[in-house]
């Protein structure tokens, strides 16, 4: 079964930057719109940005200038280069993807596994 495997999360000081990625686990006829999300401890699971296939891209507010999705379509691959971390920005940080398996499979929703990003002050 299809799988979406998040990496590069950490620990890092205020002010730093982190590059997390984001691959689908086996080969897969088409992805679709691509996107991060966060949760952080007690609070709802938020959309942070999200990159269609052609690339357009949308940003939330709060990491508009210090964040950047970016995607590979030929490895089927989604990163978020982080810049400027804030302690605010520390969550469990999940890739999501709208993914066509196969030619004769509809489109599903995927989920990444979360990746821990901690932001120190």
């Known amino acids: 079964q299809v799988q979406l495997v998040d990496s590069g999360g950490g620990l890092v000081q205020a002010g730093g930057s982190l590059r997390l990625s984001c691959a689908a686990s086996e080969t897969v006829f088409i992805i679709h719109t691509m996107g991060w999300y966060r949760q952080a401890p007690g609070k709802q699971r938020d959309l942070i940005a999200r990159?269609?296939?052609?690339?357009?891209?949308t940003y939330a507010d709060s990491v508009k200038g210090r964040f950047t999705i970016s995607r590979d379509n030929a490895k089927n691959t989604v990163y978020l280069q982080m810049n400027s971390l804030q302690p605010e920005d520390t969550a469990v940080y999940y890739c999501?993807?709208?993914?066509?398996?196969?030619?004769?499979?509809?489109?599903?929703?995927?989920w990444g596994q979360g990746t821990q990003v901690t932001v120190s002050s």
């Open positions: 990159i269609t296939r052609g690339g357009s891209t």
């Open positions: 999501n993807a709208d993914v066509r398996v196969d030619i004769t499979t509809p489109l599903r929703n995927y």
